[in-house]
């Protein structure tokens, strides 16, 4: 039986490995048009805010350890270009030209996702950048060093665009961020996004909010020009960081049913539309634990349990996922930023009656040295009583306090027996009340 796998990321590479060890007679072949596989892509604004770091430290197994010590026929250099599910086959080209095909039992697409770029002129001008893949991190840093890189500016308020101004801002480099869209960051409560919004400015980023980019041109040897409609902006380099999109195109073509925003559509067992074709990853879709209903968050903890849960199925163990609550922590200069379940807005257009409270507490004991402000934004369900969603900002101790309304969300609680939660208290760790705990009784009693 042969196994094949189109893309050597994460959820490729854990379904190859994870297959090589269940099924050890199988034939595994990997096709990845890239040379980097198995990376920490999530690393890589905290690699970039250092000039002296090998981006190579972010990979965590070389190719050549898949294929010497785990017998996998890792290809790359190697582009699928064609799935053909009559003949059971996939064709493709190298990057040296040559025409490559080979015939498959169980087929998996781990194509990931790809940024979006505006279809405008001056996008494809060298020194606009994406960061998505290591090569282009790698891209990143060498025009950083080589064009002595002053001024840049941030199309997007992403969370790649939020970790890359503190980058950007690490080596010394002056950042300007523009966006269509007045609101700074629009899924998050008012009031915890203007603590992140001052957070941002008081390091020194220039915010544009509300400017529709018209074009981007060369002015010089080494120099660029954000036109809006209303503003210009002079850099050396621009980065747009406005959101990804799942690589589905590969499946559409072979006929593969697509779901939410175009992602591969998949049952719980990662099957598509087709019996011998499994995706997993950024390309394909996932229920919500809250609403039950298909929806598309590439996060990278799905990508890798996807990839688990094919092997383990072509091993006949009969895995389904429970789905995603789109979990999601990143770093803002001295702030931590969580997310889970559905924001406010989001439980509106769910049709639920949604309800939020919004808190302001502490990280620590109130008289324990070293407390700061944590802010906490819960949402329920009016109708039902169900936990829905929460949000944290805060310097620290945000991290790891929404992991706990995650699992609630994962069991489906309400709010009131969430609020009724045993949490651990010590005063360097926590008020005894936990914030969200306090959180959720203000919620509870407006409900």
């Known amino acids: 039986m042969r ?34 596989v198995s990376y920490s892509a999530c690393g890589m604004p905290y690699n970039i805010a250092d000039p002296v770091r090998d981006i190579n430290d972010l990979v965590v197994r070389q190719a050549r ?112 961020v523009v966006k269509p869209r007045r609101g700074f960051i629009p899924w998050m409560a008012p009031t915890l996004s203007k603590v992140v919004q001052d957070e941002v400015v008081k ?10 980019i018209k074009r981007i041109e060369e002015t010089g ?27 589905s195109r590969l499946a559409g073509d072979s006929g593969l049913k697509l779901g939410v925003a175009d992602a591969i559509s998949v049952e719980r067992d990662m099957q598509t539309s087709d019996n011998d074709i499994y995706a997993a990853g950024d390309c394909a879709d996932s229920y919500h634990v809250v609403t039950g209903k298909k929806t598309w968050i590439p996060l990278a903890l799905r990508a890798n349990r996807a990839g688990w849960a094919v092997a383990d199925n072509l091993a006949g163990q009969n895995i389904r996922l429970d789905g995603v609550a789109g979990t999601a922590v990143f770093k803002v200069f001295e702030l931590q930023v969580a997310r889970t379940g559905l924001s406010l807005e989001e439980a509106k257009k769910e049709g639920f009656d949604p309800i939020e409270a919004v808190i302001e507490s502490r990280s620590r004991a109130h008289a324990h040295p070293g407390s700061t402000t944590i802010y906490v934004q819960i949402v ?42 045993d949490l651990a208290y010590a005063p360097p760790f926590s008020p005894v009340w936990d914030p969200t705990v306090t959180a959720a009784n203000q919620l509870f009693k407006m409900m």
């Open 3 to 36: 196994f094949v796998v189109i893309g050597g990321d994460a959820a490729g590479m854990s379904a190859a490995s994870r297959a090589k060890r269940n099924l050890g007679d199988w034939d595994v072949t990997v096709f990845e048009q890239g040379f980097d």
């Open 65 to 176: 350890v898949f294929r010497e010590k785990q017998g996998i026929d890792l290809k790359t250099g190697h582009c699928v270009e064609r799935i053909d599910r009559a003949m059971k086959n996939v064709t493709g080209i190298t990057r040296d030209g040559n025409q490559f095909s080979i015939p498959y039992d169980k087929l998996l697409i781990a194509t990931g996702a790809s940024p979006v770029v505006p279809d405008l002129p001056g996008f494809d001008l060298k020194g606009v950048m994406t960061l998505k893949s290591l090569d282009d991190g790698r891209r990143i840093k060498e025009i950083i060093r080589t064009r002595k890189v002053k001024k840049t500016v941030i199309i997007g308020m992403g969370y790649i665009a939020l970790e890359m101004c503190e980058a950007f801002r690490a080596v010394g480099i002056d950042v300007s």
């Open 203 to 212: 390091n020194g980023i220039k915010l544009y909010l509300g400017h529709e």
């Open 221 to 247: 040897d080494n120099l660029l020009r954000v036109v809006c409609d209303d503003i210009v902006l002079d850099c050396q380099m621009v980065l747009v960081a406005i959101g990804v999109k799942p690589n």
């Open 380 to 421: 329920g369900d009016r109708k039902s009583g169900r936990l829905l969603g929460a949000q944290l900002v805060g310097a620290e101790g945000v991290a790891h306090r929404i992991n706990a309304v995650a699992v609630a969300l994962h069991q489906k609680m309400t709010v009131e027996s969430f609020s009724q939660c």
